[in-house]
């Protein structure tokens, strides 16, 4: 998931050029679906995964504004502060297939990452780590 931005980075320089990809319920979906699949993963105390999304998209960290009205990806909200657990419901459950339900509980902390020039340069970083041996798993 990302948004448009364009600069060089590096020594030397290097060119890069991000294009918008505007689906951010569908970044929030997969990347709920990649949590509940570490769970199924992570079943021996020595097994353990994580989560990572890496984007300069501030709609994925950011909490909705009050009075928004409801989406349809309201239960797989990812922004700061936030926090997954439970089954969660895409649409308040009219469309099953995208259901996810999680074991752990997971509050959800944004990292800064990278600050670059120009609109768009702000990356942050979600990272998710899943354990069994934790019962509780955290956001790192």
Known sequence: MARRWQGAVGAPAEAYSLKSHAATDLARLHFVRDIARLERFCTETEQNGLALMLTNEPA???APGP???????QEFRIHAGGELAGTLRWANG???????????????AWDGYSEQTGSGGE???LAVFVSPTTGDARAL
């Open 94 to 108: 009219t469309y099953q297939k995208n259901t996810c339900a999680l074991d752990g509980t997971y509050r959800l």
């Open 123 to 125: 990356f942050r970083y």
């Open 60 to 62: 994925l960290w950011t």
């Open 67 to 73: 009075g928004r009205q409801p989406t349809r990806d």
